[in-house]
């Protein structure tokens, strides 16, 4: 399965906070918006602000972003992207959400690409799902006893920072 995860699903997966998503790095392959490395960063950074974590678990959390990003296809924030995001939607979605339902729109349209949905923001996965997306958290990863055994995880990102 082809997934697009956004900020909330990385953002669980590196705090811990949560249930983990047993589909981490499980899928065929996965892709974000470039947006991802500036929402983590900033989460990480407010996190580190607000005394919530020191300096070194920031370096820490900043390292495994990096490394995130790096087994992820990143799409980039085109024109034709921004274009998209600006038209109307089945729901109220805002400006992020917006572009990355217009990302996940323009994989489809222009690559061909059909990516399931990882995150834990109902308003983007409400949105998503009128779209046609499928849920990403709620299909059983490949190798469960639900999926099916082929299948190997993309990358390495499943290591989490301490």
């Not at 990480?44 to 300096?55: F, Q, S, V, Y």
Request: aromatic share 4%.
């Amino acid at each position: 399965m082809d997934v697009y995860l956004d900020s909330t699903v990385v953002l669980r997966q590196m705090l811990g906070s949560g249930a983990s998503w047993e589909g981490w790095g499980k899928w065929a392959k996965a892709y974000a918006s470039m947006l991802l490395r500036t929402e983590c960063n900033q989460a990480a950074n407010r996190l580190r602000a607000e005394g919530k974590i020191d300096d070194a678990r920031r370096a820490r959390l900043g390292s495994w972003i990096e490394t995130v990003c790096s087994c992820v296809t990143l799409v980039p924030v085109t024109e034709s992207i921004l274009r998209r995001a600006g038209e109307p939607l089945p729901t109220d979605a805002g400006v992020l959400r917006s572009i990355h339902l217009a990302t996940l729109l323009e994989l489809q349209a222009a690559h061909g690409v059909t990516c399931a949905v990882a995150t834990d923001d109902t308003a983007l996965l409400r949105a998503a799902e009128c779209l046609g997306f499928e849920n990403a958290l709620a299909v059983p990863p490949k190798g469960s006893p639900e999926g099916s055994a082929d299948g190997e995880p993309s990358g390495d990102a499943s290591e989490k920072p301490s």
